[in-house]
Structures are given as C-alpha cells and as structure tokens.
C-alpha cells in the first residue's frame, strides 16, 4: 500500500466526520446555514486533493476546517496522534500548538494539549522542551478539573511523569530520575523500589569511576535499602571492596547475591573464587563449591571446582569429576573444561582429535550470546542492567539454557 493510498484511508475518515459537524451545525439556525455553507467548497475541494493524491493539501484544508471547539478538540487530538506516529512530528507540533492558542479550551483539554506537545516535542528529540511542558503538567493541583483524578491530581500528570523519567534516563540524570519515580509511587500506589535501586546503582557507578569511593559506597547502600534483592547493588558493593582489597566485606558482598537472584550465580563464582584465593584459604574455597554444587547444577560452580581438584588432585581426578556431573547435567561448557583437562595428559594419537573438537566446542561458545533478556528476548555477549532493546531494568541474565543455568540440584528451580 502506498503512502498516498494510506493517507486517504487516514484522512477520508476526518472528511467525513467534518462534514457530518458541518451538517449538524447547518441544523441549528439558518443564522449558522449561512456561515457553514462558505464552507462546503473547502469540503469539497479537500476530497479533490485526496482523490488527485495530493494529500499535503488535503491535510491544510481539513486542518483549517476544524474550528477548534469543544465538539472538535478530540478531532485534533487524534490527528496530532496520528501524525507522531507516521513520524510526521512537525505537523503534529503545528496542530498542538494551534490547540494551545485556542482561549476556548478547559483545563483538562489544555492540559491535554500540553501533554500531546510534550510528547511531540519528545518524539522530535527536543528534551528541554518536552522537559518543561511534563514539569508543569506534574505541579500539583495544575488545572485538575477531573474528580476521578485525586486532589492535586490530574488525568495528564501520570503520563508526564513517566515522560520525564524516559528523559532523565536519557540524559542519565539519575538524581532527578529517583525524584520522579518516587512521585510515580505516590501518584499509582505502585512500589517501584527495584527502579530507584537501580537508579542509586547508576550513581554509585558514576562515583566509582570519579574515585569517590565514599559516595559509591553511599549511593550502593542507598540502592539496597530501597530493594534489599538489589543483585546489582551487591556485586558492586563486592567490586568496590576487591579493588580496596577489603577481602571479607567482598566475600560477604558476593554471596549475597545467591539468596537475592540465583540466576546470577554465574556472574559472581569468579569473583567469589577469587575472594578464597586472595585470602589464602582453599579448603574454605572447597567447602562453598561443595555446597553449592550440591544446591545447584550450573556450570560455574563445576568449572571452579574441577580447577580446584586439578591444582590439588592432577587432571585425571578433575575428569573423572567433571564426566560424572556432566551425565547428570551436559552443557558445552562443561564439555569444553573436561576436553581440556584430557588434552594435558593426551597421547599424539588422540591430542589431534582433542584440539579439533575444543576448537569446535570453544568456536560454538564464541558464538551463543551470554546474557538474555527475560522480558523481549534480546541477548547479546554484554551484561546490560537495562534491556538496550525494552528498556526494562534488571531483565537481562546469564543465559538460562544448556549453559549456566543455575537449577536446584534435582532439576528444580
């Protein structure tokens, strides 16, 4: 379908609707016959635009014809709406703008308008703009004429609201993003505590790298009061305490994570391993892998462990190891550590055939993305805390597949 014939499905709708108003007002006195019929020729020459594909003046005309009123308003909003859509945003600015100037509106209808130019303004990526028109329409009390919309409160100042955050998520502007959200809670009842942690993890990101370890600290504690499951919160808290070489602290940090998400066991073994082996204490070390392996069946823990018995035990006893695990739960992964540990003991007859299937195995493990999102199924090889494809915080997980899927030992979860 071309576009010529989409605006004429679009816009014979509007024709149409105006000139039923332009009927009906006809109706009212002779007094508006005479008004409305210097009209009818636009009605009629704005057809001719649409049947001769000419739908940019087919557009002015029926524009023109809408007297802003209270029987038309909603006749522009949908027109507006429409043409933000399309992406055509200069023209939905012109109708919102148009709306505005109008003295004949009432002040959800102006609200109203406001809100749409806003959202104009945003879809053209003026945020200073957009930003203005939200901040006024979230003022309490700004023109509220709606009983159903609480005192204070009116129909356009939850949209605003979450228009802003978009903008200061953009922007990173976190501090003003944690005051929104927070008046976002007010305004729905709703608890958006893992929002504003991720928020506090955003600004403890920020200190970190301007070494204001002090502040990082704050911002992290911040974020775990606000949601005491914060798994990102507690990796950086971990982070932050390793590079400070705060052992224990990091240890403590770390761990956390496996009552707050176990889906993210994967993400913190390396680090929680390495914590052990900072302090010096592998049996320690041996003690948790245990105790892990035997509460999940991810690969992490399994990987960690066959280290530890090859550095204590040689190679043979960590195959053996790793072959009886992987019948019970095969993954790649752990195909590619047991192919490994027979390479260092393995023949010149069968090292050949070793090397072409670890590279075969390490080449597939290249390939399949690390992390996906639970919510759209957006993956990629990058732990993002925010989905960069649904825009959604703290969806994003080690793959949960035939690789580093954190199952309760017994296959439950």
Not at 75 to 92: I, K, M, N, P, Y
Not at 137 to 148: C, I, K, N, S, Y
Not at 236 to 252: E, F, T
């Amino acid at each position: 379908m071309n576009n010529a014939t989409w605006l004429w499905m679009l816009l014979l709708p509007i024709a149409a609707a105006s000139g039923w108003w332009f009927a009906k007002r006809d109706k009212r006195s002779k007094q508006e016959e005479s008004a409305q019929g210097l009209l009818y020729p636009d009605y009629f020459k704005g057809l001719n635009y649409l049947i001769n594909e000419q739908p940019d003046k087919a557009i002015e005309v029926f524009v023109k014809m809408l007297e802003v009123d209270t029987e038309t308003v909603e006749t522009h909003f949908a027109l507006g709406s429409l043409f933000r859509r399309r992406g055509e945003v200069d023209r939905a600015i012109r109708i919102h703008q148009n709306l505005i100037a109008r003295p004949t509106l009432t002040p959800d209808q102006c609200n109203q308008a406001l809100l749409e130019l806003g959202e104009d303004y945003l879809r053209a990526g003026w945020f200073d703009r957009a930003e203005s028109l939200f901040l006024k329409l979230t003022e309490p009390g700004a023109g509220a004429d709606d009983p159903l919309a609480g005192e204070g409160c009116t129909p356009q100042m939850m949209p605003a609201l979450r228009s802003l955050r978009d903008i200061y998520q953009q922007e990173r502007e976190w501090e003003k993003a944690i005051h929104v959200a927070s008046k976002l809670e007010i305004v729905t009842g709703k608890k958006l505590n893992n929002l504003i942690a991720q928020y506090h993890c955003e600004l403890a990101e920020q200190a970190r790298q301007q070494h204001d370890i002090d502040e990082a600290n704050r911002a992290i504690k911040r974020a775990l009061a606000s949601d005491p499951d914060c798994v990102r919160a507690s990796i950086l808290q971990g982070d932050i305490d390793m590079l400070s070489g705060h052992y224990v602290s990091a240890l403590r940090a770390y761990k956390n994570v496996e009552e707050q998400d176990a889906d993210y066991l994967a993400e913190v073994i390396p680090r929680i391993v390495d914590c052990y082996n900072k302090l010096g204490t592998p049996h320690e070390k041996a003690g948790y892998l245990k105790q892990i392996l035997q509460k999940y069946a991810g690969v992490a823990p399994l990987i960690a462990f066959a280290e530890l018995l090859r550095d204590q035990q040689g190679e043979g006893n960590a195959a053996v190891f790793v072959a009886e695990h992987l019948n019970k739960q095969p993954t790649l992964s752990g195909l590619a550590c047991l192919v490994d540990l027979y390479l260092v003991g393995s023949e010149d007859k069968t090292r050949g055939q070793l090397l072409t299937l670890n590279t075969a195995i390490k080449k597939l493990l290249q390939e399949r993305p690390l992390y996906q999102c639970g919510q759209c199924g957006f993956s990629g090889k990058s732990l993002h805390w925010q989905c960069p494809s649904c825009k959604k915080w703290g969806v994003m997980k080690p793959v949960q597949g035939l690789d580093d899927r954190p199952e309760k030992a017994g296959g439950q979860r």
